[in-house]
């Protein structure tokens, strides 16, 4: 299994405050992801990173920022979480751009 | 837009029989397309990826076919065991390099 490590694995949180979730990974991939899974809307895109310090934007990246600052951290940041923010989030890797995907063990985030 | 299906939505089968998961795509100009499972509470594992040129890719019991004309893919498993009970999803890499998800079949093997 590729290594890769979300944390924390649960957290629960009050809407208005901001959150910041973790991925890390030991495998040097260029690529990082973050996902959110919801019933009905399956797996969407949130932001991805291409290197240090180089980010964009998925298909639902508003309300969410990312950072990059080593090339095995990507952080993302609800800056102010919203009940609809509850959401399974799910980091990934690959080692270039679609090439396949190693997915971390994911986050389960409730805001209450 | 392109668009990912999956039919059925869920599926139940007696342990032993072989089975194709459906995977339809609305846009052909695809990268590859790729496979996971994904078991209950967990990520996603990846299964088999085929290039856009490719027809068909195989691990073990597994067997991926691509037919980008009509905007379709199938997974084949063979002697489908217990352990085999996942929920399955089918990805398209588009022109830019993102993965375009299906919602995935639910895939139960009875014993």
């Known amino acids: 299994d590729a290594g890769i490590t979300q944390s924390p694995r649960h957290k629960v949180t009050e809407t208005g405050t901001p959150v910041t979730l973790r991925c890390h990974q030991t495998?040097?991939?260029?690529?990082m992801y973050w996902y959110r899974q919801d019933p009905g809307h399956g797996l969407r895109l949130i932001h991805y990173s291409y290197g240090v310090k180089d980010t964009d934007k998925g298909e639902v990246s508003d309300g969410y920022s990312v950072s990059r600052s080593k090339t095995e951290d990507f952080l993302l940041t609800l800056e102010s979480a919203t009940s609809s923010q509850t959401s399974v989030y799910f980091c990934?890797?690959?080692?270039?751009?679609?090439?396949?995907?190693?997915f971390g063990p994911g986050t389960r985030l409730l805001v209450l | 837009k392109q668009e990912v299906t999956q039919i059925p939505a869920a599926l139940s089968v007696p342990e032993g029989e072989n089975l194709v998961l459906n995977c339809s795509f609305t846009d052909s100009a695809i990268y590859n397309l790729q496979w996971f499972r994904q078991d209950p509470g967990k990520g996603l594992t990846s299964l088999l990826l085929i290039q856009s040129s490719q027809r068909e890719q195989t691990s073990g019991r597994l067997n991926a076919s691509l037919d980008k004309s009509s905007g379709r893919s199938t997974l084949y498993i063979a002697a489908s065991q217990p352990g085999d009970s996942a929920t399955y999803l089918c990805a398209v890499v588009d022109s830019n390099y993102q993965l375009i998800w299906g919602a995935g079949t639910k895939l139960i093997i009875k014993p």
């Open positions: 495998e040097n991939h260029r690529y």
């Open positions: 990934a890797i690959s080692g270039g751009r679609g090439e396949t995907q190693y």
